[in-house]
């Protein structure tokens, strides 16, 4: 499985942007990077993911590099709730009917008042 | 929209006594898995079905985990006997699948005790 190398911590001022950084040197030319969030005693919530391009939604942008071996996922304006762990994933198919996600230990984001 | 709904949300059990847990996927999401996340860590699958089948339990310990997925909508997830070394949170997941788009919806998971 390709594997994905985040910091264990990171701290953001609120209303400020946040920057969370991952390596994926190993990634494939067909694997997906997702991100997902995982707030104390929730499931993980899906944010956002890409292939080649950067992708924008409502909650976060993705910005991929061009070789692909690393991505940045950016909280625009990061707020109190935005504190959780961030996990970048990549996808990785399996056989033919389907795709398996491995989640590695995230980066803590906290978000301070 | 009503998300992945799993229960019960808490279980507290003895060792060596058997527990279930119970997932409701997003209606029409043909794909469901089940994770195992242990405290500090991040989630590890156990299994995945496609509809009714089983198509990727290579994760679950076979000795005392099973799962079904009768009907190719709820599915349970069985332990027994448990043991300490259970105690974790399981998540449910479901996606719609390879055709419909891979992306993985969680519910709030079960978090279980054994003392």
């Known amino acids: 499985d390709a594997k994905t190398t985040q910091p264990p911590s990171m701290d953001c001022a609120e209303g400020r942007a946040a920057n969370l950084p991952c390596n994926h040197s190993t990634i494939s030319g067909n694997e997906y990077v997702y991100w997902y969030r995982q707030i104390h005693s929730q499931g993980p919530q899906y944010i956002i993911h890409g292939l080649k391009n950067n992708e924008t939604n409502e909650m976060a942008s993705l910005i991929i590099t061009e070789d692909r071996k690393s991505s940045t996922l950016i909280l625009p304006h990061a707020t109190l709730r935005d504190t959780a762990v961030y996990y970048c994933i990549v996808r990785v198919a399996v056989g033919t009917s389907g795709s398996r996600l491995t989640f590695g230990e995230g980066t803590q984001l906290t978000v301070n008042p | 929209e009503a998300g992945v709904v799993q229960s019960p949300r808490y279980k507290i059990i003895e060792k060596k006594q058997p527990v279930a847990f119970w997932c409701n996927p997003i209606s029409g999401h043909n794909t469901l898995y089940w994770y195992l996340q242990n405290l500090g860590q991040g989630p590890e699958l156990l299994i995945r079905y496609e509809n009714e089948e089983a198509v990727d339990d290579s994760q679950l310990p076979k000795d005392r985990f099973s799962a079904e997925r009768l009907k190719g909508v709820d599915s349970t997830l069985k332990i027994q006997p448990a043991e300490l070394g259970d105690s974790a949170v399981y998540l449910c997941?479901?996606?719609?699948?390879?055709?419909?788009?891979?992306?993985?919806?969680f519910g709030p998971g079960t978090r279980l005790l054994v003392l």
């Open positions: 997941a479901s996606s719609l699948g390879l055709a419909g788009g891979e992306t993985q919806y």
